[in-house]
């Protein structure tokens, strides 16, 4: 950004020594004008950043101060006063008087017209964004004292109607719950910092989110990427568990094996988080991902077996092509996802049919962590329900898996004999699809049937399939932030079902050779500064 350079939600605006607060996409918009940029400026922390984040705000304040713009909606207004606050001393160190004056001039504006609008905000996390901007402008000026006790318990009012009773969230989206957490480790600490207690029921609820997330988190620290959530911008969820666990320590345990839809194998840092539920097709039709049964897999730092992601920001195909079963790692019948999806008046595309039964049972010993799921998302289609089993050694070095299709009822293989009569008793051509992180490096061996997979920090896991042929085909890893999807590969088997069961057993194991204990000192970034 001090080079004039601001990718913001995907898009690159090139703004030589000023903040530009003119964007194409709605997305950048609302982190131009939610002042998400500040948080990496102050940051940075030095003269030049804190010069342009200074110039920034004062340049937004005389072109939108007074109320009107696209950044005056609750939400944003919550955002861009939290930031404001959180950086005050930061923005005020070298300002000029009259300028300061302003400065705080437009935050009572904001707490004024947070007083009157935050209630108005949409239900979910543009609310609780609004209240606890709220609430920390109350807290920060004077003559507000009064204020604080009502927005507190506005804002435990907001996260009862969103959080459920385990913690999670109606849309299942890894993300939008971690940025609710966030938001709510804020309110907490803001109140622990003014001498004020925290209302029981925030901390409650942040202790169920607490234990959700941690369910939700890979090995690596990132979150498991579904339902439109990305992994989490770096070092989010750590601060803010650190936050939670100081202000409500007698709240840690083990975590529990499911949160949220999502059920979780962990073992010698290796985890599996699994989509264990029916998507979310009431509460996020429009960005729900047809990926019931998929799974992601991580091994120390290190992603192996991703989802490919959350295409939005790239327009509306790859949003498309992001959510269908085929761009997630799972079983999927050629040109069918798991779920349906149909135009709508409010959305172009949402989830209108899936599975309506999901099952989930663990099945863990002493030597390994299991879980044997199945959902019904095919029978109406085909005929065939899919089973999978995983099972994940209890040193983290082994993951079998077995998928299944079965046509059970009398019902089903009706409809099986059907499908197979238009195929002309070919079989129904189905593939499992396994893909890969970027910086997880394939290759063919064993004339086919196997492939080894490199990682940066010197594993290798070896992928086979009961001997059978397997392809490395181009796949994408779609990351918000990015201007481009970026290029990867994935592991497929193409199958044909032709009887009322096929199964096709699997395993990723680490290579012998490789060490149980890595010391994994290559940097994500390849310009950082070498760590001595």
């Known amino acids: 950004m001090i080079a004039g350079n601001f990718l913001l939600s995907g898009e690159l605006i090139e703004s030589p020594g000023k903040v530009p607060f003119s964007a194409r996409t709605p997305d950048a918009v609302d982190a131009l004008h939610g002042f998400d940029w500040l948080d990496h400026l102050a940051a940075v922390g030095d003269l030049e950043a804190r010069k342009l984040a200074q110039s920034g705000v004062m340049d937004w304040i005389a072109r939108f101060g007074r109320g009107a713009g696209p950044g005056w909606v609750p939400d944003l207004a919550g955002r861009r006063v939290i930031r404001w606050i959180a950086h005050a001393v930061f923005l005020m160190q070298g300002l000029a008087a009259p300028d300061q004056e302003r400065f705080l001039h437009s935050i009572a504006l904001h707490a004024d017209y947070l007083a009157r609008r935050a209630s108005r905000a949409s239900a979910g996390l543009p609310r609780i964004e609004a209240q606890v901007g709220l609430l920390y402008a109350s807290l920060s000026l004077e003559g507000l004292a009064g204020n604080v006790s009502w927005g507190a318990r506005h804002l435990v009012e907001c996260v009862k109607a969103v959080v459920q009773p385990d913690g999670g969230l109606r849309s299942r989206n890894p993300e939008d719950l971690l940025q609710v957490f966030e938001l709510l480790s804020w309110a907490a600490q803001a109140l622990e910092d003014a001498g004020l207690p925290s209302p029981p029921a925030l901390l409650d ?33 750590a601060n803010a568990l650190a936050i939670h666990d100081r202000l409500s320590p007698s709240s840690l345990g083990p975590a529990p094996d499911m949160a949220m839809g999502f059920a ?13 539920a029916a998507p979310p097709m009431q509460a996020a039709a429009g ?26 920001s790239f327009g509306p195909d790859w949003h498309r092509a992001s959510r269908a079963t085929a761009s997630h790692s799972s079983l999927a019948f050629e040109g069918y996802s798991s779920s349906r999806f149909a135009a709508t008046a409010k959305t172009r595309l949402a989830l209108a049919d899936g599975p309506r039964h999901v099952g989930v049972e663990f099945r ?59 195929m002309g008793g070919a079989g129904l051509p189905f593939a499992l699809r396994f893909h890969l992180h970027p910086e997880a490096e394939p290759s063919l061996d064993m004339n086919g049937t196997a492939v080894s997979i490199a990682l940066r920090s010197g594993e290798i896991w070896v992928f086979r399939a009961d001997g059978r042929m397997l392809e490395l085909l181009p796949s994408v890893y ?4 990015r201007l481009k999807p970026r290029p990867t590969q994935q592991i497929v088997l193409s199958l044909r079902a032709a009887g009322y069961t096929t199964q096709i057993n699997w395993s990723m194991a680490k290579a012998q050779d490789t060490p149980t204990a890595l010391r994994d000192l290559v940097e994500d970034n390849p310009l950082a500064v070498p760590r001595l």
């Open 205 to 237: 609820h942040l202790d169920k989110i607490a234990t959700a997330l941690r369910v939700l988190r890979h090995a690596d620290g990132g979150l498991a990427r579904f339902h439109g959530g990305g992994r989490g911008a770096e070092g989010v969820l």
């Open 264 to 276: 979780r194998l962990a073992a010698g840092r290796c985890t599996v988080i699994i989509d264990a």
């Open 287 to 312: 960005r729900a991902h047809a990926s019931t049964l998929a799974f992601e897999l991580t091994s120390n730092r290190r992603p192996v077996i991703v989802s490919s992601g959350d295409g939005r």
């Open 364 to 422: 863990h010993a002493p030597h390994a962590r299991a879980a044997a799921l199945s959902h019904d998302g095919y029978t109406s289609s085909h005929g065939l329900e899919h089973l999978r089993y995983l099972d994940l050694s209890a040193d983290g070095r082994v993951l079998t898996g077995g998928d299944t299709l079965v046509a059970t009822t009398k019902a089903e293989r009706q409809r099986f004999d059907q499908v197979m009569g238009r």
């Open 478 to 481: 779609l990351e918000k932030g």
